[in-house]
């Protein structure tokens, strides 16, 4: 068997067969016996119709297993002699069987990238403090006291900025509603009954919120917001819009005063001290878990900087195209119009694809690592994975493999499993240090930002 090997850009890699008549004809043989062996023919018993009259009569499905088995050997010995990082056939081309029952044909090999592995063990990385503040506890029992807030209407004065306001608007450009002169810029944009908002600078469009400050109860206002230069709708950035907006009512939030009976509300039977001490445990434990996965973002982060290859584009092509399913979604489920996404759907793809490019590369590394380490998933470890996302999604391991290997999902979850243990082994091995904590001033200003 001659084999000839030419490396191509974007890991492939071109094999050219040539493979004796013997070494076919021996196949052949073999492949044509199993028919023989199997086949139910008239006129003969199960197994003894003649060798000649089964080639004869499977002649085409016997030259593809032939061919399909000979690709297979030649790949293997390819793979063997030349130490190729194997991952995928591509395409099988120029088959030619010879009078003399010799064959040649030329593979294409999509092969994992080459690339030098730099120094893993030790990687720096940096974390917040994890000490839990007062002021942390005050924060986090104030967003529960939001969420027990009540409104009340105000009736006696105009509204002001920072109330709540609900009120029914209309927005136009040049006389057409909103939604029909720019149909991506969404219904939100283009009009309401009974809105909420909260007059801030940051509500709805700059200048907003200002515009209707002062307004009276009944009252209607109309005026003009130019709508900012960089807005993701790019068919209406740089537009005017016309609004005519009635203030319905205006709204006060009430806040729950903090004591004893608040957490009890909370969490029946607890005090207010009480409640402070489960925040404060409930802060550190997602601490915990936000330090952990900081350490594996800048562990990963700092991989990909060091590590330059090529990447197989058909493995990006597929990341590519979960990591936009992905962010559609998410979209969708935030309320964003199907004509925004449309919109923006270069944007989207372009972002995408650089997530995809990143999330592959990073999984050729940290595969290279488990390689170097002898990092596997035993079995007990997938059974045990398995059953705790049964218990997660509410169903049974039984029916969860099923649902797995319908969606041909095995190999994606055994490196997601493999993955998590070699980022295991990294963060162990890790030089973990805290940031200095920040001055109140310097926070405020970070927040702010």
Known sequence: MNLQLDNLPNCITSLRAEIPAAEV????????????????????RPGKAPKGIVEARFKKEIREEVQSRLVGQAVRKAIDEHKLRYLTVQNVDDVEFGDDKSLS????????????????????????????????????????????????DLTDRA?????YAVITYQGTIDGKPVSEAVPAAGRMISGNNDFWIKLTQEAFFPGFSEK?????????????????????????????IHYSVTLNAIKKKVLPEL??????????????????????NELSRQKEFDAEQEKR??????????????????????????VLTDI????????????????????????????????????????????????????????????????????????LKKDIERAGSFDRLHEEILTGKVLDFLVANATVSTKAAEAPAEAAEAKQA
């Open 25 to 44: 004809t021996t196949v052949w043989d073999n492949v044509v016996g199993e028919y023989a062996r199997q086949v139910k023919l008239p006129g003969y």
């Open 105 to 152: 044909f030329t593979a294409t090999i999509i092969t994992a990238p080459s690339f030098e592995l730099p120094e893993y063990k030790g990687i720096a990385v940096t974390i917040p403090p994890q000490e839990v503040t007062d002021e942390e506890v005050q924060a986090g029992l104030d967003r529960l006291r939001e969420q027990g807030a009540t409104f009340e």
């Open 159 to 163: 509204v002001e900025l920072e109330d």
């Open 212 to 240: 209707l400050a002062g307004t009276k109860i009944g009252e209607t206002r109309e005026f003009d917001i130019e709508v900012p230069a960089d807005f993701p709708v790019a068919d209406l950035a740089g537009k005017t």
């Open 259 to 280: 004591n004893d009976d608040f957490a009890a509300k909370v969490i029946p039977g607890k005090t207010l001290e009480e409640l402070k001490e489960i925040a404060r």
């Open 297 to 322: 973002n800048q562990i990963v982060k700092y991989l990909i900087d060091k590590v330059e290859c090529e990447l197989p584009e058909g493995h990006v092509q597929a990341e590519t195209h979960r």
């Open 328 to 399: 559609i979604q998410q979209n969708q489920a935030r309320g964003v119009s199907e004509e925004t996404i449309k919109a923006n759907q270069k944007e989207l793809l372009a972002t995408a694809t650089e997530t995809a490019r990143s999330r592959v590369k990073a999984a050729f590394i940290l595969a290279r690592i488990a390689e170097e380490e002898k990092i596997r998933v035993s079995r007990e470890e997938f059974e045990q994975s398995i059953n705790l996302m049964a218990a997660r999604y509410g169903t049974t391991a039984d029916k």
